[in-house]
């Protein structure tokens, strides 16, 4: 049995399982020998994961289809939870959305606080209980290097990952002691489908930007590496760098630097 499954099995809850990130730590969970419930809104993308998994890693895979944006969050996934001991929960499911607050859909900047925030801490409250009474487990929130730093063109999508980071640092705090590890994980820009739905057009990304590119593979791998070892983890070298720049700099000058980066990766600019 590998460390990880040993520590954090046998089961792996992993929201935003379709696609990028999330993706990436199904199949990286898997292939240690945990089980997976993936969740996210696109059914087939799900069920196409999930029999590959069963077929490559032994492991078992379960699909639970659910819009992170509902009321009862919990209850939409209480039957894919019947029965198993989950070890592990990633809270990866997010979206952001790019452009000046009052020209967007002020719906659409509710469910980004729905599933980037509340649907996180709903489910953390439901599934943590076990683990600490268990006396072990493990919980990651997938922020962002966004959340060190304010920014026009994208002040929600950044308030909401600070939220992620700070609920993340102040959970494992009071878990620690119980034997659950916590993890804040701030990637930088990352090559999936998020670029796409927040209206970033990647064409508009200099060569530096693109430099600064990191896979799923490499975010996931540093993640799953420092689980248990760090709180906050930043991937990257160059992503260090910024959020040490980010920190020491006025809050206001990071803030327009910051702003003055989205508007060049806003699509059409
Ligand atoms: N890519 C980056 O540059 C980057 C950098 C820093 C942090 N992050 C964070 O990393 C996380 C994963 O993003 P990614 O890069 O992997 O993006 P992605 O490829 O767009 O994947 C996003 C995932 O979230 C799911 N999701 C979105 N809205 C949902 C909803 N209402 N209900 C259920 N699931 C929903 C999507 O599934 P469905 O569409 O099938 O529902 C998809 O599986 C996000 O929290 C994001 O904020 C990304």
Redesign the pocket.
Known sequence: MSKLAERYGPWAVI????????AEFARRVAERGINVVL????RN?LEALASMIEDMYRVEARVAP????SRDVVQVLQPALAGIEVGLLIN?????SAGPFLDMDPSVQE?MIN??CRAPILLTHEIVQGMRERGRGGVIF?S???AFCAARGMANYNAT?AYDLLFAEGLAAELRPYGVDVQALC????L????G?AGLDTRNFGPFARLMFAT?TSVVATSLRTLGRRVTVIPGFLNKLTVLTMRVMPRRVSTWLFGLVMERFAAGS
């Open positions: 929201t935003g399982a379709s696609a990028g990130i999330g969740v996210a809104r696109r993308r659910a819009d992170l944006t990866c499911a997010g979206f952001g469910s599933v980037n997938v962002s290097v966004n990952k990637p930088g820009g990352t999936s489908e998020f670029q739905v799923p």
